[in-house]
Each structure stands twice: as structure tokens, then as C-alpha cells.
T-cell receptor
């Protein structure tokens, strides 16, 4: 079946460094790619998304890139801060109700 | 400003019990979803609904059913709870007219003993 692979499963960075999380999707019909952040004990929250007609999107310290040909997309966090520590999920959607999530990346930012 | 509310944060039930997990949203969203979240497996879709009284199976519907009698409420039912249904259950909603991501509830951690 269709799936989304997410790497790495765990990422540890020093405060101020950059963090990159990568996802690969299998369904070429996917056209919407959201990223969610889930802090410990809290609900997943949408932090940024990108649609298939765009190659890159940036929001302050967070950016997402999309390579449709290779079917992969990435989340980039610059100047990481301790409050960035969380689990991050990527997802790929074909629209409608078919959204497939990656397994998640646990990011630790060391002060 | 909680928009998706799950009735319980923690539940402990016995094997064989019938379990109801409730979810209410106040955003007038058409679509509602139930996911379970397990370490290393991410979020897996159990059931979803795109309208009142409508329901569709997701990827792992076995052992579960759902009910959507009102637009704002989507209930997940475990007909006969089993230990392998111990998990975190997340409800989510989204509007039907655009792809804008989901709003999640805070989750219900269910333990079946």
C-alpha cells in the first residue's frame, strides 16, 4: 500500500544548530504535505504545509522543501531552541480523506 | 480556545468491556477522524466521517466502530476491548472545502487490562 517514510527516527542537535527531517512518499498523486509538531503530552499541531505546485515554503525559522520528481520533502529548522524539542510528523495527502503520516521524528535540542 | 475536545485523557478498561471514546469539535468541520498513535508506527487511521451519519473505514478498522449522529460529535467504539487496543487515540477534524491540515484533540490514552 501507499506509505510515507520518515528519517531519522531520533535527532539530537545543539541549541543554535540546524535540524533537517526528511520524508519520502510513494503515491505520486499526493499534492499536499503538512508537518505537525507534537510536544510531550500535547496534541499534534500543524506548523507548516506545502502544496505540490510550490517547491519551497518558509515561515520564520522553519522551511519545507518539496521535490516532486524524487517524491520527497524535508523540514528544515534553523537556529534551534530548546522549545523546538518535540516529535515531528510529516504527512502526504492526495486530497479528500487520504492522508498518510510518517512514523515521526523525535527531536532533542540540547541547551 | 480548545477546538477539538476528547472527553477523557486517560482510561483504564478491562478486557471484553465495551468502550466509548467521545470527540467534539466546535469549528463546524465536515470531516472527522479517529487515529491511534503507537511508538514507531506514527498515526494510523481507524475510521473517518465526511458527514453526519456517514462513516468510512480507514486502515485499521478491525475491532472498532464509530458513530456520528451530530456534525460536531464523532464517537469511537471498541465493541469488546482487548489488550492490543491499548494505545493513544487521537481525534481530528478538518473542513471539507479545502486541504488545510487537521486540528487534533489532546488524545485519550487507553489502557486495557
Amino acid at each position: 500500500g501507499e506509505n510515507v517514510e520518515q528519517h531519522p527516527s531520533t535527532l539530537s542537535v545543539q541549541e543554535g544548530d540546524s535540524a533537517v527531517i526528511k520524508c519520502t512518499y510513494s503515491d505520486s498523486a499526493s499534492n499536499y504535505f503538512p508537518w505537525y509538531k507534537q510536544e510531550l503530552g500535547k496534541r499534534p499541531q500543524l506548523i507548516i504545509d506545502i502544496r505540490s505546485n510550490v517547491g519551497e515554503k518558509k515561515d520564520q525559522r522553519i522551511a519545507v522543501t518539496l521535490n516532486k520528481t524524487a517524491k520527497h520533502f524535508s523540514l528544515h529548522i534553523t537556529e534551534t531552541q530548546p522549545e523546538d524539542s518535540a516529535v515531528y510528523f510529516c504527512a502526504a495527502s492526495t486530497g479528500g480523506f487520504k492522508t498518510i503520516f510518517g512514523a515521526g521524528t523525535r527531536l532533542f535540542v540540547k541547551a | 480556545d480548545v477546538k477539538v475536545t476528547q472527553s477523557s485523557r486517560y482510561l483504564v478498561k478491562r478486557t471484553g468491556e465495551k468502550v466509548f471514546l467521545e470527540c467534539v469539535q466546535d469549528m463546524d468541520h465536515e470531516n472527522m477522524f479517529w487515529y491511534r498513535q503507537d511508538p514507531g508506527l506514527g498515526l494510523r487511521l481507524i475510521y473517518f466521517s465526511y458527514d453526519v451519519k456517514m462513516k468510512e473505514k480507514g486502515d485499521i478498522p478491525e475491532g472498532y466502530s464509530v458513530s456520528r449522529e451530530k456534525k460536531e460529535r464523532f464517537s469511537l467504539i471498541l465493541e469488546s476491548a482487548s489488550t492490543n487496543q491499548t494505545s493513544m487515540y487521537l481525534c481530528a477534524s478538518s473542513p471539507s472545502d479545502r486541504e488545510d491540515g487537521y486540528t487534533f484533540g489532546s488524545g485519550t490514552r487507553l489502557t486495557v487490562v
